[in-house]
């Protein structure tokens, strides 16, 4: 009996042993880090001309617009907040329906996350209005305190995709875009921006892959 009891612990006390061993390990692994994204780090064909050479200090700067309750979002709003940030209209019939059940995803995962804010700018503001939007966020179950859905001046839209993101490209010239009411964004990418308004990260938001890295991505950011 006293045997059989000796065996009993030697094998709790190796169990023990194991686990304090992997443990250690996981410890001693580098934890991920997440890059500090400048232009000149970016696809080229995804940053306006004028941005291509910048390799350091480049952070989202002011904006002004109004989300789906009408009311003003600017730098003042989300400065101090992780930033989930895309571009999108409610009449989309193709990757603008998958991005956003994948963002619904991020939503459920940080819903009491106050630190984090998704950014859903539509790129056709001219028939985005508040009311559509707000229509489109109460279809969705889009949360108002995570998930604020942008309209307002389309050149100012176009801007922060172009020259802020860098999440879209200037239109082929084969197009034959004539002015900016025939130009127009249609993308997957999905910017990360951290709480000083820097870019650290940009996923496909077609792909569960690449957002559940995003999902991971965020807590790296708000701890």
């Not at 400048?38 to 001309?49: A, E, G």
């Not at 028939?127 to 604020?148: F, P």
Request: glycine share 6%; with cysteine.
């Amino acid at each position: 009996m006293a045997n059989r009891w000796k065996i009993l612990f030697w094998m709790v006390m190796i169990s023990i042993l194991i686990g304090l061993f992997v443990f250690s390990l996981k410890q001693l692994q580098p934890k991920r880090t997440l890059p500090i994204i400048n232009p000149s780090q970016v696809n080229p064909m995804l940053v306006d001309p004028s941005f291509q050479r910048v390799g350091r200090g480049h952070r989202v700067g002011d904006f002004s617009l109004v989300d789906q309750r009408n009311n003003p979002v600017d730098s003042a709003v989300v400065d101090g907040h992780v930033r989930v940030v895309e571009f999108f209209f409610t009449t989309c019939p193709s990757i603008c329906k998958i991005m956003t059940n994948e963002l619904l995803r991020v939503q459920e995962h940080y819903l009491h996350e106050n630190q984090l804010l998704i950014l859903s700018h539509t790129v056709m503001p001219e028939v985005d209005d508040v009311a559509t939007l707000a229509a489109y966020a109460e279809e969705k179950g889009i949360n108002y305190d995570r998930w604020r859905l942008l309209t307002g001046d389309k050149k100012e839209i176009y801007r922060l995709a172009r020259e802020v993101y860098f999440i879209a490209p200037e239109p082929p010239e084969e197009i034959g875009v004539i002015d900016e009411d025939h130009d127009f964004i249609h993308t997957e990418n999905i910017g990360l921006i951290d709480q000083q308004g820097k870019i650290r990260g940009y996923y496909d938001g077609t792909d569960e892959e690449e957002m559940n890295q995003l999902i991971e991505d965020i807590g790296i950011l708000l701890q």
